[in-house]
């Protein structure tokens, strides 16, 4: 019989097509829909439906979770490793897409094309004061929070710039080029912008407080590619609409789709739909690699690109 997969959310057509008829399965979009599945041995996770311990007891032959992107902080990584259940994810493919990403933002916020571009469409070219001078990334001291794919790409970018690069994380890395710093609030305060790649979950959420955004000041910048959840909405928002914090550009937020109307309100804040890896090439090689662990698995008993919590581990 052919392996059975249960897919969490709505699958991508590419996706499906990958996967052939290599296996048989069924999509759920609701988790109180799936029940108990007693022949699913393998799950794919292409939303945001939580795996956890209450859901894995109901998949009693489920050998692998493979998740649709970087980022797998929906899946309990922890209790899957203690149920004998191996996670996979879809790294190194997004890695230059998400940066250059990150980078767009931080031109386009420190040259102001997003407020340029309305006030050309509003007619207000000719008739009204030009927009004040914005500055340049050239040479400016850039901070990364979380230096691991996606954030050394970035910074290796960013030296195209002349910037100075810092960052900061669980340790220093000492083959990188970067200056690493302890302080996170320190590191804001040295910082013109500061750009988020850290993985989410709850190791990281909150992280970015209110005192780091005020650490960024009124002249400084701040760039998330990475969860909302890591960052404090609330201080955010409060930091942009009185001055103490000059901009931001926002990727993803901590409710999506959901956006605070007082953040969509704010003329200092660049928002994006979570789009950074949005490319026809790198989704493309994402929906590849998701069905591939999948397929891999069940071919040879081999993940090709597992947690760095299952990294070296196979179940028994």
Known sequence: MKPHVLILGAPPPPLLARLGDAVTHRIVTDA?????????????????????DRLLARLPALELVSKLGVGYDNIDVTVARARGVIVTHTRDVLNADVANFALALLLAGSRGIVSEDAYVRAGRWGREPMPPLRWSVEGK??????????????????QAFG????????????????????????????????????????????IVTRGIIEALGPEGFLINVARGE??????????LRDGRLGQAALDVFADEPRVPDALRALPNVILTPHVASATVETRGAMFNLCADNVLSWFATGRALTPVPEHQGWAPA
């Open 32 to 52: 109180a829909a799936i029940g108990e599945d007693r022949t699913a041995r393998a799950a794919i996770s292409v939303s945001g439906l939580a795996v956890d």
């Open 141 to 158: 001291t850039i901070g990364i929070l979380g230096l691991g794919r996606i954030g050394r790409t970035l910074a290796a970018k960013l």
């Open 163 to 206: 910037c100075k690069v810092l960052y900061h994380g669980r340790h220093a890395q000492p083959d990188q080029p970067y200056e690493y710093c302890a302080d996170l609030t320190e590191m804001a305060r040295r910082a013109k912008a500061l750009i988020l790649t850290c993985p989410g979950g709850p190791e990281t959420a909150g």
């Open 230 to 239: 890591v960052v404090d909405q609330e201080a955010l928002i409060e930091a």
